[in-house]
C-alpha cells in the first residue's frame, strides 16, 4: 500500500491552470469522498493553495496503478479534458515523505522558507481527519512533517527576512509608493492571507486601510484591530476614487472585478495610478485589467519576481534544510512502511 502524492503547483504549472484544479474547503470533505470512492485509496488528504493543489494517499493498489486512479480523478473531478505533460507530478515512497517534508518547511513554495504554508497544511491535515479520511499511516506521516517544519524553523536561518505571499505584496507596493502612509489601502478579503498582507501593510506604514469581507464582522474586527474602516462588500468599488492600492483575495468562483468595471470606476478617479494586486485562485481581477491606463496589476506569479531577490541569501541555509529532511524521511520510512503494510492498524477510516 503506497504512499503517494500527486498534484501541481507553481513550479509546473501557471495560476491560469491551477485555479482550474483548486478545491474550495467547502467541497473537499466530499471530493475525498468521493476520491476513495473511486481510487480505493485507504487514506487521503487534499491541499489546495494559492500556490498548490495535491492529493496525499495511502492507496491499496501498487504504485503506477494508484498513482494513474489519482490523476484520473483529478482530471475528471474538475472536468479537465486537454492534454498534460510535466503539469502533474507523482512522487512515491522516501520521495514522496521528503517532497511532503519539503513543502510543510516552505522549502518548495514561492517565497523560500514562507511560513503559511504550515498553517494551511495543518487545516487540510485537520478537515481531513475531522471527517475520517485519514487514518494511523497518514497521521503518523503528518505529525512527522509538522515536527520536521517546527525543527527547521528553530534550528535554521532559512525563514529570516520576506517569508509570506503577504509581505511580498507589501514589497511591491512599496516599489511602486515609495511611501504607503501617503497612499489609502483597500483590502478585499479578510481571510486568512488577506488578514495577513493587512497586517504587513500596518507595519510598513500604511496608516489608512480599508477592510472589506463578506462576513461584515470579520472586516470589521479587522480594521478596528488596524486603526482603519470596514467597508460593506457591496460596497467596496464606491472606495475606488480615493483609494491607490488594492489587495485582494477573496474565495470568489469568479471575476470580483471587470475590465469594464474598472474603466468606469477610473473616470472616478481621474485617472490615478491605481495598483492592484490579486493574491487569490481563482483570480479576482479581470487579467485584461492589465491594458487599462493607469493600472498596475499583479497576480500571484507575478510576485515570483520579488521572491527571486531573497533566493540567493537563503540557498545555503536550504541545502542544510534539505539534508535534514532526507535524513527525517529516511528514518520514518521504516515505521510508515509497517503502518502502511498492516490496514489492521490503521484508525479514522470512515
Excluded at 261 to 277: D, Q, T, V
Amino acid at each position: 500500500m503506497p504512499f503517494l502524492v500527486i498534484g501541481l503547483s507553481h513550479h509546473s504549472s501557471p495560476v491560469t491552470m491551477r485555479e482550474r484544479f483548486a478545491f474550495s474547503e467547502a467541497v473537499i470533505p466530499d471530493a475525498l469522498e468521493k476520491l476513495r470512492r473511486q481510487t480505493g485509496a485507504a487514506e487521503a488528504l487534499i491541499l489546495s493553495t494559492c500556490n498548490r493543489v495535491e492529493i496525499y494517499a495511502v492507496t491499496a493498489s501498487p504504485d503506477p496503478p494508484a498513482a494513474a486512479a489519482l490523476r484520473k480523478f483529478l482530471l475528471e473531478y474538475h472536468g479537465w479534458e486537454e492534454p498534460l505533460e510535466e503539469e502533474i507530478y507523482c512522487h512515491s515512497g522516501a520521495r514522496g515523505l521528503e517532497h511532503l517534508f519539503q513543502v510543510a518547511c516552505g522549502l518548495d513554495s514561492m517565497v523560500l522558507g514562507e511560513t503559511e504554508i504550515l498553517g494551511q497544511l495543518k487545516k487540510a491535515y485537520e478537515l481531513a481527519l475531522r471527517h475520517r479520511h485519514t487514518g494511523a499511516s497518514l497521521n503518523k506521516i503528518f505529525q512527522r512533517a509538522f515536527n520536521v517544519a517546527k525543527q527547521i524553523r528553530t534550528e535554521t536561518n532559512i525563514q529570516r527576512g520576506c517569508v509570506s505571499v503577504g509581505s511580498v505584496a507589501v514589497e511591491l507596493a512599496e516599489k511602486i509608493f515609495s511611501s504607503l502612509g501617503k497612499h489609502p489601502v483597500l483590502v478585499i478579503g479578510a481571510g486568512e492571507t488577506g488578514e495577513k498582507t493587512a497586517r504587513a501593510l500596518w507595519s510598513r506604514g500604511a496608516r489608512n486601510i480599508l477592510v472589506s469581507n463578506r462576513s461584515h464582522e470579520r472586516a470589521l474586527a479587522l480594521a478596528q484591530e488596524l486603526g482603519g474602516r470596514a467597508i460593506p462588500f457591496d460596497d467596496w468599488a464606491g472606495e475606488f476614487s480615493t483609494i491607490d492600492i488594492v489587495l485582494s483575495s477573496t474565495a470568489a468562483p469568479q471575476h470580483i472585478l471587470t475590465r469594464a468595471r474598472l474603466e468606469g470606476l477610473m473616470k472616478a478617479r481621474k485617472n490615478r495610478p491605481l495598483l492592484l494586486i490579486d493574491i487569490a485562485v481563482p483570480r479576482d481581477i479581470d487579467p485584461e485589467i492589465k491594458f487599462v491606463e493607469n493600472v498596475y496589476l499583479y497576480n500571484i506569479d507575478d510576485l515570483q519576481e520579488i521572491a527571486d531577490n531573497h533566493l540567493q541569501r537563503r540557498k545555503e541555509e536550504a541545502a542544510r534544510c534539505q539534508a535534514l529532511i532526507r535524513d527525517k524521511a529516511r528514518e520514518l520510512l521504516p515505521a510508515a512502511a509497517e503502518l502502511i503494510a498492516r490496514p489492521d492498524l490503521a484508525v479514522g477510516n470512515g
